[in-house]
């Protein structure tokens, strides 16, 4: 069902900081794993992606670490910039055929000037 | 790039009528798509799964005699809100994947449906 009245959990920083995302992920057979960056009004932009057999992927600006452990993914974003500003999801898909992704509630990141 | 469209952008309707949405994805064939339904503050709502050439997977909970989904061609799904209430106002985004890849989606910039 949905919630109501759900306020997404904030991260604030400053500009110019590194910025850490977290995410608590649900089923341990999953085997590909997304992030994702939203801003108001717009649809989800695909950010990095880290597969099972990973636990740590580099982008430009941005590092996903994946503990299979614990079930736990962060997403690391460096040198944190105003344009950084947005709500960022975490994704799971479950091993097999289906192609359906398990969303995260979102963390909203908010960069001071 | 993986380029998703969608039209339109926003939508104001009359309670009752019908509305529909395009989704299209601009350089690459889907097989696959998904729209999903995202209240304010809130993480996105998987609707259903589209499959070129064949009915649409509905996830439970969702009208699929309300939500009407045609995913005639490669490149193009339509989700149409029948008979619509202010209930069904929300935010609705497609994605589609790329064939022979990962399992990325790719989203659209979603429509905004407001009913009176």
């Known amino acids: 069902g949905e919630s109501v009245g759900l306020h997404l959990p904030t991260l604030s920083v400053q500009e110019g900081d590194n910025s850490i995302i977290n995410c608590a992920y649900s089923?341990?057979?999953?085997?590909?794993f997304i992030w994702y960056k939203q801003e108001s009004g717009k649809g989800p932009q695909f950010i990095i992606d880290?597969?099972?057999n990973m636990d740590k992927r580099q982008g430009q600006r941005v590092t996903v670490l994946l503990n299979k452990t614990v079930k736990h993914l962060s997403l690391q974003i460096a040198a944190t910039q105003p344009g950084d500003s947005a709500v960022y999801f975490c994704?799971?898909?479950?091993?097999?055929?289906?192609?359906?992704?398990?969303w995260g509630l979102g963390t909203s990141l908010a960069v001071n000037p | 790039g993986a380029v998703v469209s969608q039209h339109p952008s926003w939508v104001i309707c009359k309670s009752g009528t019908s509305v529909k949405i395009e989704c299209r994805s601009l350089?690459?064939?889907?097989?696959?798509m998904f729209w999903y339904r995202q209240f304010p503050k809130q993480s996105l709502m998987l609707m259903a799964t589209?499959?070129?050439?064949?009915?649409?997977?509905?996830e439970q909970g969702v009208e699929k005699d309300k939500f009407l989904i045609n995913h005639a061609s490669l490149t193009l799904s339509t989700l149409t809100v029948t008979s619509a209430h202010p209930e069904d106002s929300s935010f609705y985004i497609c994605?589609?994947?790329?064939?022979?890849?990962?399992?990325?989606?790719?989203f659209g910039p979603g429509t905004r449906l407001t009913v009176l």
């Open positions: 994704a799971e898909k479950p091993a097999g055929n289906n192609r359906k992704l398990i």
């Open positions: 880290i597969r099972s």
């Open positions: 089923n341990s057979a999953s085997d590909y």
């Open positions: 589209s499959n070129e050439g064949s009915k649409a997977t509905y």
């Open positions: 994605s589609a994947i790329r064939p022979g890849g990962t399992d990325t989606q790719y």
């Open positions: 350089d690459f064939q889907a097989t696959t």
